[in-house]
């Protein structure tokens, strides 16, 4: 077609240059630190303080994984429809996915306690012998809702994530100096098995890591409700990552206002996503009242977690709602930005509200939640910047570049 | 009558560095209207459609007559009674309703989604969409007994009942959904065709044709403002329209999931409806597209690629419902609740097993032929599948309603269903309203959205070629 000369990207620096040590720095002491002071802060809360430390760990775990697999989830669905409109945020989802592995070793606080069957682990099911109440029931799920097999399959989720990650972002790098259309094609007919096994590994993922906090409860829609979280963050990152990119000085010229309305338009259709997902869910067990199903939700909705489940409809639902909801608002970076900053907090909220109610009486956000979600934010960045490195932060040499850099909402 | 604009032979064959064509046989803008135009302006259609609309039409009559035996009798002459007293007429309700769901996730959420390729198949998708909730609201409609007091659906105040439809059902919650959804898909399909029925009206060759298709095209003049507006419109409908994809089947699945009947109670089951839905319409879309696409002469723009694409979606949603069919197994292990534990083996290896395999088989192992490039794209292969697919998520509703009901909490009162003939006769003459509406469509009304494929024409696209310059 004659165009594989022409540079399409317009943009004086794409990658992430001199800003790449002070993030893998920064990021990587603001990690250490948050975490080793969230740790040292627990150590006062007696004998199972390691349990306190590691459930405010598990939520901002579990928060940051779901936007990496929302990431993977945007890349193998737009590699799978043969999206155009994204191909200048594609790369930094990517990227995103491709955080998998450092999510790996992050997920050990909470993996070796379960290996070595500590009573100080998350998981109540880990020692049964423990448990006083319907002990029988939870001994029926023991072949499945146990350290071997949790361990396992953990590890085995982690392995899926990163090759399909790895292989999305070497081969999409590589494209960036080849320009070879096959790279795409070959990408596509890999999307759609990748898709299957994405499917495969969230929905097991999100019941072993979070509804079996509750060993007693269960929920087919668990997966989907963790899924649209997910999905919604990485959105939420997606934004804010660009805004501040384009602060820097990089890729300004070629992620526009349309892109962002791009990213505005799905971020309120997955507001609104979760929210039918959630309301679904509550209805169903709110309808039916069958008490073992009830009793998870009845512990949030009343008494001291009241609130949080109002927090949580009002901050996840209702504002962002109608704060994205006008085109000329979606159309605004700087404003996207801080809504997408908004929301990601409710995301992390709504990971706070799932978790903690297993392990605390009283509603209240701690200094060693925070702490926490500082440590492994810092982290997170640091590994942004860590694999993305030198490469470019737009996949240059993606042929349907031209289409998405050119594209203008009517 | 045309120029050429391309002369690709496949169209599915993909380059990434520019979109395929999706209109062939070198049609230009008139080449389309005149190919579009033509099939209602034909002296006579061609001969399968009269043998299609005798058949049909038999089927209406037969439907008909068993309506008229089924209010001057009572509902006991369908197989429903205890404990099935849902039997096949809420199956068929829910059969239908899942088919009406293609046509607007093309026409609204295809749209939202900038899926260029929804232009050409759209308004027939629409027009089954209507049709097939016309066949569901038929079920319930006569299911209530008295049918002359059906307006007791609605929450009207009336001086002689002093009550109101209990609101905290389901089941009134579905006469609200199906009933908006199927005001909004009328409205969303009639406006569409207004820019195209008027050019009917411009092309007609008499008077009453005119007459009838100037009242319909509502004085429509292709001014810029008229589209303007037109387009306005059509944005807002479409993100009306998208909720209520959503919405519709998510209520339905509410019919059976608040109870608390093992098999029917859980929480997966709104998005898993839906997908199950999507994954019914478009097997519907294909089944009927590809007939009406050879009869006529629409090739050129229902194209094999169109057809493709229809075959993923197809794929991808069966996938999903076998995935929800997994999860509900394991999660009615993982539950450790015996009654939900033995509804699930009931349906696997109890009497209805047979139904369970012929809805596993047609939904989840039928679909995956579609993996294969060569059954995606063989126009008489694909209607296989899709065959059995409509097959299979009918089988679904009836394994979903039958198989818990049979085997209740209660086991002195367990039974087998056996459907009557009405029940089968109604089941098959529903088809037979749904192909009469649907030829009558193809003969009347255009079949493609003209000034919609016009819209997506190589010319006017901002694809790469375009913008590299």
Request: with cysteine.
């Amino acid at each position: 077609m004659g165009t594989e000369t022409k540079r399409a990207v317009t943009s004086t620096q794409i990658n992430l240059g001199a800003l790449r040590n002070p993030l893998l720095i920064g990021g990587g002491a603001a990690g250490v630190l948050g975490l080793c002071c969230g740790a040292l802060l627990s150590m006062g809360q007696g004998e199972d303080w390691y349990q306190k430390f590691s459930a405010s760990y598990l939520v901002s775990f579990c928060f940051f994984m779901s936007i990496s697999l929302g990431g993977l989830f945007w890349v193998t669905a737009m590699h799978l429809t043969r999206a155009g409109w994204g191909i200048c945020v594609r790369r930094l989802c990517e990227i995103l996915a491709m955080m998998a592995l450092p999510m790996l070793v992050l997920f050990l606080p909470i993996l070796i306690p379960v290996v070595l069957g500590w009573n100080s682990s998350v998981y109540s099911w880990v020692n049964i012998e423990n448990i006083t109440h319907a002990r029988d029931l939870v001994e029926h799920k023991a072949g499945y809702l146990n350290s071997g097999f949790f361990t396992v399959r953990s590890i085995l989720y982690f392995v899926i994530w990163g090759l399909l990650a790895r292989f999305y972002l070497k081969n999409s790098v590589n494209q960036d100096s080849s320009r070879d259309p096959n790279t795409t094609l070959k990408l596509q007919s890999f999307s759609a098995p990748g898709m299957l096994l994405f499917a495969l590994t969230v929905v097991f993922a999100s019941f072993d890591w979070e509804m079996s906090l509750d060993p007693l409860w269960f929920s087919t829609m668990f997966p989907v409700y963790f899924f649209a979280g997910g999905v919604l963050g990485s959105l939420c990152v997606l934004t804010i990552t660009s805004v501040s990119l384009q602060k820097s000085g990089r890729l300004t010229e070629d992620i526009t206002t349309e892109h962002y309305h791009d990213l505005g338009k799905l971020t309120f259709g997955f507001v609104f996503f979760w929210a039918y997902i959630a309301f679904s869910q509550y209805l169903l067990i709110w309808y039916a009242n069958i008490p073992e199903e009830t009793s998870w939700f009845l512990y949030r909705q009343e008494g001291d977690w009241q609130m949080a489940s109002i927090v949580l409809i009002a901050g996840h639902l209702i504002v962002p709602f109608f704060a994205i909801m006008p085109r000329t608002l979606r159309r605004n970076k700087t404003y996207m930005a801080f809504a997408s900053i908004f929301i990601l907090v409710m995301c992390w909220f709504d990971h706070f509200w799932l978790v903690m109610p297993q392990f605390r009486q009283e509603f209240g956000v701690i200094p060693a939640d925070v702490l926490c979600l500082v440590g492994l934010g810092g982290l997170f960045v640091a590994s942004f910047a860590w694999i993305a490195g030198d490469k470019s932060l737009i996949p240059e040499g993606d042929p349907r570049l031209y289409e998405s850099l050119s594209y203008h909402n009517v | 009558m045309a120029t050429t604009v391309d002369q690709l032979v496949d169209n599915t064959v993909e380059d990434p560095s520019k979109r395929a064509p999706l209109v062939m046989g070198g049609l230009d803008n008139t080449g389309i209207t005149d190919v579009v135009a033509g099939v209602a302006e034909r002296e006579k259609p061609p001969r399968a459609w009269y043998i299609a609309f005798g058949i049909a039409n038999l089927l209406l009559v037969m439907l008909g007559a068993n309506i008229l035996h089924l209010i001057f009798t009572g509902v006991g002459v369908w197989g429903n009674k205890a404990p099935q007293f849902w039997g096949w007429p809420i199956v068929n309700f829910v059969f239908w309703v899942g088919i009406g769901h293609a046509g607007t996730l093309i026409s609204a959420i295809l749209f939202l989604f900038r899926q260029n390729w929804r232009t050409s198949i759209n308004r027939t998708a629409e027009a089954m969409t209507i049709f097939a909730v016309v066949c569901a609201g038929l079920f319930p409609g006569i299911h209530i007994g008295r049918v002359w007091v059906f307006y007791w659906l609605f929450p009207i105040p009336t001086e002689h009942l002093a009550m109101w439809p209990n609101f905290r059902s389901p089941l009134l919650w579905d006469v609200f959904a199906v009933s908006t959804y199927a005001t909004v898909s009328l409205l969303f399909w009639y406006m569409g065709m207004v820019p195209d029925i008027a050019t009917f009206r411009d092309r007609s060759t008499n008077n009453i044709k005119r007459f009838i298709y100037g009242l319909l095209s509502l004085g429509w003049t292709g001014s810029a403002r008229a589209w303007h507006r037109y387009e306005m419109a059509y944005v807002i409908l479409a993100a009306l329209a998208t909720p209520l994809v959503l919405s519709v089947h998510t209520i339905v699945s509410f019919d059976f999931a608040v109870s608390q009947l093992p098999g029917w109670h859980t929480t997966i089951f709104p998005p898993y409806f839906v997908a199950g839905a999507i994954f019914s319409g478009f097997a519907m879309v294909v089944t009927l597209m590809v007939p009406a696409r050879e009869l006529f002469g629409l090739k050129d723009l229902i194209t094999i690629r169109h057809l493709e694409n229809m075959n993923k979606i197809i794929v991808a949603t069966g996938t999903m419902v076998g995935f929800a069919y997994g999860i509900e197994f394991f999660i009615a292990w993982y539950g450790a609740n015996p009654y939900e534990q033995f509804a699930f083996i009931n349906r696997a290896f109890g009497p209805f097993a047979w139904a369970y395999w012929t809805m596993v088989s047609c939904n989840v192992i039928a679909p995956q032929f579609f993996w294969f490039k060569k059954i995606r794209t063989s126009p008489w292969l694909m209607v296989v599948v899709c065959i059995f697919v409509n097959i299979g998520m009918w089988f679904e509703r009836f394994v979903i309603t039958i198989t818990s009901l049979s085997r209740d909490f209660l086991p002195s009162s367990w039974d087998y269903f056996d459907p009557t003939p009405v029940d089968v006769m109604m089941l098959i003459g529903s088809f037979g309203l749904f192909f009469t509406l649907f030829l009558l469509f193809c003969r009347f009304l255009p079949m493609v959205a003209m000034a919609e494929v016009k819209s997506v024409m190589p010319q006017d696209e901002g694809d790469a070629e375009h913008e590299a310059k």
